[in-house]
C-alpha cells in the first residue's frame, strides 16, 4: 500500500526547519572533553545522525574514522561507509509492511503486541506492583508536567519530560504515529509503538525506576561488557569479572543532539545520547571512553546505532549489547518462534547450571517451551525475524557492528507473572571481544523493523524467507 503523507512539508510548519537541536554544552562528567565542531542538517540516515565526525578532540583533531572488516581487521580513516549505507537501505526496504491511520482496525495487533492489552492489564492488577516498578499514567501524574531539555524540543516531534520515577524521557513522534520513549537513564527506549499503537517492546513489571536499578525491559544497552565474566558460572572465554551487562544501563546519559526530517523518507525523528567515563566507571573499568546512542524513529522501524570511542593512550577490550525485549502473545505458542539462526552455533547458559555448553542449531525455528532459553548465537545471519504469534512479526537486523544473536526467555520458574510475556532477542558483540586502539571508533547498528499481520498474510512465508535471505546474503560490516 502506497503511503501518502497528510502534509508534506509536515516539519517546517511546526517550526523543525533547523533538522538537528544541537547541545550548546557537552557536559560528560566533570571536565568538557569534546565540543560540536559542526552539526548539520543534512538529508539521509547515515550522515543525518553521524555525529562523531563532526567531534574534535581536546587537541583539536578529527577522530579517525574505523571500522572492523569480516576478518577482523581494524581500519581507519574511512569517510562514510558505502557499505552501511547499503546494508541500510536494504533494511530499509523491508517495510514493505507499512500501515496507513486508516489501518487501526488492524488494532489486532495493536490489541495482542500492546501493553495496553487485556491480558496484561488482568495480569498486571493482579500482580499489585508497586508504583515504583509502574511505567504507567499512574505514575506520570506525580511528577512534574515541566519540559526538561528544552534545547532539545521540537514541537511535535520531539519533547523530553519526566517520565516514571521523575526520570528524564524523551518521546520522539514520527508524522506517521509511531512513537518512541527514550530514558536518559541507561538511554533506554523503553517503548516502540507502531502507527496504528501497538506496542513492540516489552517492559517487566518488576521494572524499577529509580534511578539506580536499570530498567528491566525496553532496549538496555550492555557495555563494556556483555558477561558475565570471571568466574561466575556459564562466564564466556577470556571475559573479566563485573557486574552483570555492564555499567551502561545504569547511568544518566546527556543528549547531545535531536532531530526530525531525517532518514530515507525526509521525515525520521531522533535523538542522540551520550555517555563519558567517571569515578564510578573507572572504579570498575580503568579507561576512558565515549559513547554516542543515536535512536532514529520511522514509521515501522526503529535504528538504534552505538558508537564506542577511545580517547585514551591505550588500547581497551569490549563486548557489547542491544539487550531488546519484544513483546510476544505468549512465548509457549508455537507461533512464537524466531527464524534466521538455523546452523549457527550458540554458547547455551541453559544446558548446564554452572557450565557452558557449545550447541548447534540445526533446528529451522526456535521455540520456547516454558524452561530457560539463553543462548548466544555466534556470527549469525544480519536479520533474524520473530514472530510475536498475532502473525505480526519483528525483524532485527546487525546492519554493523554486532556480530552476535541472544535470546533469552527466563522461563515459568524465574519470572512466573510474565515470562511469557516477551522474548529477548540481542544483537551483540559478545562472543569476541572488540579490541579498540587508541583514538578509534567502533560503530554499530542494530534496526527493528515490524512487519505487521496484514503483510505476514499477504506475503506469506515464502516471500519473507526470500526477504530475510537476500538481506542475510548482504557482507557484514
Ligand atoms: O536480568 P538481567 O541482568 O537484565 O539479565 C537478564 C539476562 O540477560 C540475557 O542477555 C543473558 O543472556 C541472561 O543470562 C541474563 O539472565
Not at 577482523?72 to 500501515?99: N, V, W
Not at 539506580?212 to 570471571?230: A, D, E, L, M, T
Not at 535512536?295 to 558508537?307: A, K
Request: overall charge negative; proline content about 6%.
Amino acid at each position: 500500500m502506497s503511503r501518502v503523507w497528510p502534509t508534506q512539508g509536515i516539519p517546517h510548519q511546526l517550526g523543525c526547519t533547523k533538522g538537528l537541536a544541537v547541545s550548546s554544552e557537552l557536559n560528560c562528567g566533570a571536565p568538557k572533553r569534546y565540543t560540536p565542531h559542526k552539526l548539520q542538517k543534512v538529508s539521509g540516515h547515515a550522515q543525518a545522525f553521524d555525529i562523531q565526525r563532526h567531534l574534535s578532540d581536546p587537541r583539536g583533531n578529527r577522530f579517525r574514522r574505523c571500522g572492523i572488516d569480516s576478518s577482523e581487521r581494524i581500519f581507519g580513516h574511512r569517510r562514510g561507509c558505502p557499505e552501511k549505507q547499503r546494508l541500510t537501505s536494504l533494511a530499509a526496504s523491508t517495510q514493505f509492511g507499512k500501515q496507513t491511520p486508516d489501518d487501526v482496525e488492524s488494532a489486532k495487533l495493536g490489541a495482542i503486541l500492546g501493553v495496553n492489552d487485556e491480558k496484561y492489564d488482568e495480569e498486571y492488577d493482579e500482580e499489585d506492583v508497586n508504583t515504583d516498578g509502574d511505567y504507567s499514567e499512574a505514575d506520570s501524574e506525580n511528577v512534574e508536567e515541566e519540559d526538561m531539555y528544552p534545547e532539545f524540543h521540537i514541537p511535535g516531534r520531539v519533547s523530553i519530560d519526566a517520565g516514571a520515577g521523575g526520570l528524564p524521557r524523551a518521546t520522539l513522534t514520527h508524522v506517521s504515529g509511531s512513537v518512541a520513549e527514550v530514558y536518559l537513564f541507561g538511554a533506554n527506549v523503553t517503548s516502540f509503538r507502531t502507527p496504528n499503537g501497538a506496542e513492540v517492546l516489552y517492559v517487566r513489571p518488576d521494572a524499577a525506576f529509580d534511578g539506580v536499578k536499570p530498567i528491566s525491559g525496553g532496549i538496555p544497552i550492555c557495555f563494556p561488557q556483555f558477561g558475565p565474566g570471571g568466574d561466575s558460572p556459564g562466564a564466556l572465554p577470556a571475559v573479566p569479572a563485573m557486574q552483570q551487562h555492564g555499567f551502561a544501563r545504569n547511568l544518566a546519559w546527556e543528549v547531545v543532539a535531536s532531530g526530525s526530517d531525517l532518514g530515507y523518507g525526509g521525515h525520521d525523528v531522533g535523538l542522540a545520547l551520550r555517555l563519558c567515563d567517571n569515578d564510578y566507571t573507572r572504579a570498575m573499568w580503568d579507561f576512558p571512553f565515549e559513547l554516542i546512542y543515536e535512536v532514529n524513529l520511522g514509521e515501522d522501524e526503529l535504528r538504534c546505532s552505538l558508537t564506542v570511542s577511545n580517547p585514551g593512550e591505550v588500547a581497551f577490550p569490549f563486548t557489547a549489547a542491544l539487550h531488546t525485549y519484544v513483546s510476544v502473545f505468549d512465548v509457549e505458542d508455537k507461533k512464537v518462534n524466531l527464524v534466521g539462526l538455523q546452523d549457527t552455533r550458540c554458547y547455551d547458559k541453559a544446558m548446564h547450571p554452572t557450565k557452558l555448553r557449545v550447541r548447534d542449531q540445526t533446528e529451522e525455528l526456535v521455540t520456547f517451551d516454558g524452561g530457560l532459553y539463553d543462548s548466544v548465537f555466534v556470527d549469525t545471519a544480519p536479520t533474524v525475524g520473530l514472530n510475536v504469534g498475532t502473525g505480526a512479526s519483528v525483524l532485527v537486523s546487525n546492519t554493523s557492528g554486532f556480530t552476535d544473536t541472544v535470546v533469552w526467555n527466563p522461563g515459568k520458574e524465574a519470572m512466573p507473572g510474565w515470562y511469557r510475556d516477551f522474548v529477548c532477542v540481542e544483537s551483540g558483540r559478545v562472543a569476541r571481544p572488540v579490541k579498540l586502539p587508541s583514538d578509534a571508533i567502533w560503530e554499530s547498528e542494530m534496526v527493528i523493523t515490524v512487519l505487521s499481520e496484514e503483510a505476514v498474510l499477504i506475503n506469506e512465508e515464502q516471500e519473507i524467507a526470500e526477504l530475510m535471505e537476500g538481506l542475510n546474503e548482504g557482507e557484514r560490516v
